[in-house]
């Protein structure tokens, strides 16, 4: 008995041990089983990742900036989005202000901005006097210190009333009459109606032309829908004659756009100190008194000494010669960075610029002067050799906002003061490559200059790469530092004054696209001339300035549209860049001589500028047809 329960005894037991090795088998073929499909998992994983950065395509970075207000923006319909995609020409600083102000849910930002535009009032009709009028109201200032009040005064005692004693050949005293003075104002105001006026030179006296004046004005366009802080410049010739009844003088006629040549000045004049140092308004202009007061009230609190809101204004002098360190201890006590290389060189001005102004930002979170390469790479689409071509910077933006507004130096004169001082004073350098260092890390460097050298492998050489990931939200792009060429704009205002700052204006997109009827089977009907005078037969009314953007090479096409609409186009103005033109001179001047080509992105910028001025602005996409701007299926969905 007891041996046969020892044997069964033994036989549970190898019978429980046989139970308790199949259950350890089953678990490691789980734990095995497992491992194999979650590495499975990754292996799919990493392929699906691999497949997806094979064939996506990544935006243009422009349209993606940090600043979700100025994202807000572009995406807008106030932004030129078929410009935009077409990367025709970017918007810059000037741009940007108004819209980010509007857009900005900073109630005390957007009070502060209106009181700033409350605080420039234009010139009203009513502001200047008649010349029957006191010339002492109130509502508007003439600083006058050359002419004599008692000669005036004797004039209104003795008003001359017999058409016998008038001498109607006698020459006009433009610089000192002023009854004159107002008289022409007056009259400017009245024949430019879709202006609003902010300044008036003195006028001035044509040598040989007895009855002729030069006057100079500031404005900007009545109705300008674009919210610009942009002022403009003018300056024409009014021919003058007497009335034989009353010899009262009146105007006969007024020149073209900067007809006045005597009139235009050849650098910015400040007004002069008075009394407690107060800054006065420049002895040569007429202003608004409300004007005049908020320039006393500046000047009043003139122990401040920081620099005043800079002024875009076109039309006057360009002063963008590169600014020079004056001393070897001035250079010697400054901070640099500079960037060498990158794959910025060459593509399009959007993709430079999007790099160039990290570089900027970055030189200013470091507190250091950006040492930058004033010569562009003009991408080879822009050019007429179809190669890409050397540019100065000078020729597409305002480097003279740029070098009042940031510390910035050219790179061959900051190279030529290295190579003198660098050694004697012990300057050091500091080198780090790419986008390795962040500039947080760079914040505590002493050295004299930091070089960060880019590569040769895209992206990582891309300047813009630099305030990516952790760094976006230190380094803001100074887009405010950064404005359009004033030479440039000046061909634009040019433009729009001989429409009178009153036209309409289209952009029709054809080319290329037009042909692909696969992916824009209407745009070529839809933007015919037939098409195009249905579509604008409500919106624009006939006889109306029209300027049409365009990229169709064959202008005649539109020919049917001149029976009912002033139609213009950008080469209607091509003398305003050919060989006897201000812009030509100026920028052959500033290439050492050298002839400038208006080149295709200049076209394309004055082009795109001239219809964003238009009063009412019709769009290809938007308003011409119904197929989409990137091709079929690709509309956004309506909200």
Request: overall charge negative; hydrophobic content about 35%.
């Amino acid at each position: 008995m007891l041996g046969r329960a020892g044997a069964l005894s033994a036989a549970r037991w190898r019978g429980g041990a046989g139970t308790g090795t199949g259950i350890g088998i089953d678990l490691r073929a789980a734990l095995r089983s497992g491992g194999n499909l979650l590495f499975a998992l990754f292996v799919a994983a990493v392929l699906a990742f691999t497949l997806l950065a094979a064939v996506h395509s990544p935006d243009d970075p422009l349209l993606h900036p940090s600043s979700h207000q100025l994202t807000a923006f572009l995406t807008s319909a106030t932004s030129n989005s078929t410009f935009l995609a077409d990367d025709s020409v970017l918007r810059t600083g000037e741009d940007f202000a108004a819209a980010i102000g509007a857009n900005s849910s900073d109630a005390a930002a957007a009070a502060e901005a209106t009181v700033v535009a409350e605080a420039v009032p234009f010139i009203k009709l009513e502001d200047v006097a008649t010349k029957e009028e006191s010339s002492g109201a109130e509502r508007a200032v003439t600083v006058d210190t050359d002419a004599s009040s008692d000669a005036g005064a004797a004039a209104e005692e003795n008003p001359i009333v017999e058409a016998v004693s008038c001498d109607t050949e006698a020459p006009v005293d433009c610089t000192g009459d002023k009854d004159l003075f107002n008289l022409l104002m007056r009259t400017a105001i009245e024949k430019f109606s879709d202006l609003h006026f902010y300044r008036f030179g003195r006028p001035v006296a044509v040598p040989g032309s007895p009855m002729e004046c030069d006057l100079a004005w500031r404005f900007r366009p009545a109705e300008d829908t674009n919210g610009r802080t942009t002022y403009y410049k003018d300056y024409r010739r009014f021919t003058l004659t007497r009335d034989v009844n009353t010899c009262n003088l009146v105007v006969g006629n007024v020149g073209e756009y900067h007809s006045g040549t005597g009139a235009k000045r050849s650098g910015r004049r400040k007004g002069k100190k008075g009394k407690k140092g107060k800054r006065e308004a420049p002895v040569t202009d007429f202003v608004p008194a409300k004007t005049q007061m908020r320039l006393d009230e500046n000047a009043a609190n003139a122990d401040t000494t920081a620099a005043s809101e800079p002024e875009l204004v076109v039309g006057e002098a360009v002063n963008d010669n590169l600014p020079v360190v004056e001393s070897e201890s001035e250079f010697s006590r400054g901070k640099y960075l500079i960037y060498m290389g990158g794959g910025e060189r060459c593509k399009s001005m959007n993709h430079y610029v999007w790099g160039f102004l990290c570089a900027l930002g970055e030189a200013q979170y470091l507190n250091r002067t950006l040492v930058m390469d004033l010569n562009v790479c003009l991408n080879s689409r822009y050019t007429s050799s179809g190669k890409d071509e050397e540019r100065d910077f000078r020729l597409y933006f305002d480097f003279e906002h740029l070098k009042q507004s940031a510390s910035v130096i050219d790179q061959s004169q900051f190279w030529t003061d290295w190579g003198k001082w660098h050694k004697k004073d012990r300057l050091k350098n500091h080198y780090t490559e790419d986008i390795k260092v962040t500039p947080m890390q760079l914040r505590d460097v002493k050295d004299t200059l930091i070089m960060r050298k880019f590569g040769n492998v895209e992206p990582d050489n891309f300047w813009s790469r630099v305030c990516e990931g952790e760094t976006e939200a230190v380094i803001k792009r100074p887009w405010y530092l950064l404005w359009k060429s004033r030479r440039l704009m000046e061909i634009v205002s040019a433009i729009s004054s001989r429409m009178d700052w009153d036209f309409d204006s289209v952009h029709v997109v054809r080319g290329e696209k037009a042909q692909n009827k696969q992916l824009w089977p209407n745009l070529d009907r839809d933007t015919s001339p037939d098409s195009l005078l249905t579509t604008l037969n409500d919106k624009v009314g006939a006889g109306r300035h029209l300027y049409i953007a365009t990229n169709e090479p064959d202008k005649s096409f539109f020919d049917p549209m001149k029976g009912k609409y002033r139609t213009h186009f950008l080469d209607d103005f091509k003398d305003l860049w050919d060989e006897n033109s201000e812009w030509y001179t100026e920028t052959k001047e500033l290439s050492n001589g050298n002839a400038v080509e208006f080149d295709g992105y200049m076209r394309v910028a004055v082009d795109t500028e001239v219809f964003l001025r238009g009063k009412r602005k019709l769009e290809t996409f938007s308003d011409l047809t119904r197929d989409c701007k990137n091709g079929v299926n690709t509309c956004p969905a309506s909200s």
